[in-house]
């Protein structure tokens, strides 16, 4: 066997079977390795960034990494803005990334590069295997890495590595290290600040927003009346049933409004919510200077034990009552006539079905989705993390894969979505099934508002030819034909709700060319 086998071997023995590709030069022995794996399923995209988003929608569904495979340091540069994303949403990845055999690096050939100082801002851990010997090694360290530290783990594999001999060994899984415990004194303070009658806040993000430790706090909530919010995040249970948690608003002035009341802000997750940007005049935090942070826990914890421990302190039973969100979906009444977000939203929220994920890159068109989504069947619902964007349709194409009896509806802006277009390609010869609904709006609309924000009430031509997507206009359902995607173009609501409930009644990709008015 050779080194690349032993990379393979480690990964399955780890539960690591899916591997996102765009392989080179360098790699073609462990893509010969991949082969006599039938075990390990190859996933190709045609762009890095394909590849690295669709490792972070996986892992987000599956509760496990996915392995990538980036051709040298230009390869990995492709595929970091949604690496990005991924270290933001802390999602567990394992790239593998090529790189020259050891001994031609020093000839410096047209594709070398220092490809550790390219890992190092977007991964966790960033580690190189020192040659065949090493990586078992290697390999298990970046994956021990990548679920002890919620993030990205970056192995260089040089080729001589890859192809030179290694040992035969018995492997087992690797020992994951526990999670840290909670400081007690932050948990006494957490404790006495719940029963204080003070103003408080609950700040989550993580793995804190799945259902069932969604359920604890919602319970903590209703005893303690500690008001809920959640900061940007990899994955949350939204819908009827579950407990109501506040998404802390994107603009600054609604989020400084959102949390203005608050004495003391307990973080369970993120360190304390701040801006996107800063703006002329306003702040970069979003609670009030005088509030109390008191930071209990980060995403290393088991931020689910660590809500269930503060509800044994506060003596709040596993069973106690809290307020389920109520159904209403099929309530919603839906418009007639022309396309505009509130209209989209409403329609996809409607006839949304059970156990969805929606995966969000709407961004200015998201309409009244949040406010609607409470009520809704119960799903799961993936984001934009980072801000990178270019993040939507191969998040969505990872989702499906890493949760595959489950109906994915990605909704997708029209700008952002001609990042990482190739990721159609990927959902059409996988099969997937996904729903991608493009908000053609023929503009960046969210610079538009940003140019607002930053104080530029009126711009002229140079500005708004970098701000509009209208000369000449894309064509959506020319481009998902050409990717090998079955489409269509709705113009009204009407046209829309033909379109939206024949795609979620059929299996496999479909896209919606959404024109909105």
Not at 19 to 32: D, L, Q
Not at 381 to 386: F, K, Q, S
Not at 426 to 453: C, K, P
Request: charged share 20%; hydrophobic share 45%.
């Amino acid at each position: 066997m050779n080194g690349a086998d032993m990379l393979c071997d480690v990964l399955l023995v780890n539960g690591v079977d899916v591997c996102f590709a765009n392989p080179g030069t360098s790699e073609m022995h462990f893509v010969a390795a991949l082969d006599r794996k039938p075990a390990m399923r190859c996933i190709l995209g045609l762009s890095e960034g394909v590849v690295t988003g669709a490792a972070d929608g996986y892992a987000r569904m599956a509760e496990k990494p996915a392995a990538t495979l980036l051709h040298l340091g230009p390869g990995l540069a492709n595929g970091l803005a949604n690496l990005h994303n991924a270290r933001r949403a802390r999602t567990p990845i394992l790239n593998v990334v090529g790189d020259h055999a050891s001994y031609h690096l020093e000839y410096d050939a047209p594709l070398t590069s220092d490809v550790e100082s390219l890992a190092r801002p977007m991964s966790h851990w960033v580690g190189r295997a020192a040659g065949a010997h090493d990586i078992r090694r290697c390999t298990e360290e970046g994956y021990a890495a990548a679920l002890a530290n919620r993030g990205v783990s970056t192995m260089i594999l040089p080729a001589d590595a890859a192809w030179g001999d290694a040992k035969p060994e018995e492997l087992s899984p690797t020992a994951i290290a526990a999670p840290a415990g909670i400081d007690p004194e932050n948990l006494k303070a957490a404790v006495l600040a719940l029963r204080s009658g003070k103003r408080v806040a609950i700040i989550l993000a993580g793995r804190a927003l799945r259902q069932k430790p969604l359920e604890t706090v919602s319970r903590i909530s209703h005893a303690t009346g500690a008001a809920v919010f959640s900061t940007s995040s990899d994955r949350s249970a939204h819908g009827a049933g579950r407990g109501l948690v506040r998404a802390i608003p994107y603009k600054i002035e609604l989020a400084v409004e959102a949390l203005k009341e608050f004495e003391i802000a307990i973080c369970i997750g993120p360190a304390r919510p701040v801006s996107f940007f800063a703006y002329p005049g306003k702040p970069s935090t979003t609670l009030p200077p005088a509030c109390e942070i008191i930071q209990l826990a980060r995403h290393e914890h088991d931020l689910a034990d660590v809500l269930s421990v503060l509800a044994d302190e506060l003596g709040i039973s596993r069973d106690a009552h809290f307020t389920r969100n109520a159904f209403t979906q099929n309530g919603i009444q839906i418009p007639s006539g022309a396309l505009t977000p509130d209209a989209l939203s409403l329609v996809i929220a409607r006839h949304l079905p059970e156990n969805a994920i929606i995966v969000d890159e709407a961004l200015t068109s998201i309409g009244q989705y949040h406010v609607l989504a409470p009520g809704l069947h119960p799903h799961d619902y993936l984001r934009l993390t980072g801000g990178a964007i270019g993040i939507g349709i191969p998040l969505a194409a990872g989702a499906a894969i890493g949760a595959p009896d489950r109906k994915v509806v990605a909704m997708q802006a029209d700008g952002s979505g001609m990042y990482t277009v190739q990721g159609l390609w990927t959902q059409a010869r996988e099969q997937l099934d996904v729903v991608t609904i493009v908000f053609a709006n023929s503009a960046y609309r969210i610079l538009q508002g940003e140019m607002v924000g930053v104080g530029v009430n009126s711009y002229g031509h140079n500005a708004q030819r970098m701000l509009d997507l209208d000369a000449p206009k894309l064509d959506w359902c020319s481009l998902a034909k050409g990717l090998g995607v079955e489409s269509g173009r709705a113009t009204t609501v009407e046209e829309f709700v033909k379109l939206y409930t024949a795609a979620l009644g059929r299996k496999g990709p479909f896209l919606i060319e959404a024109m909105i008015a």
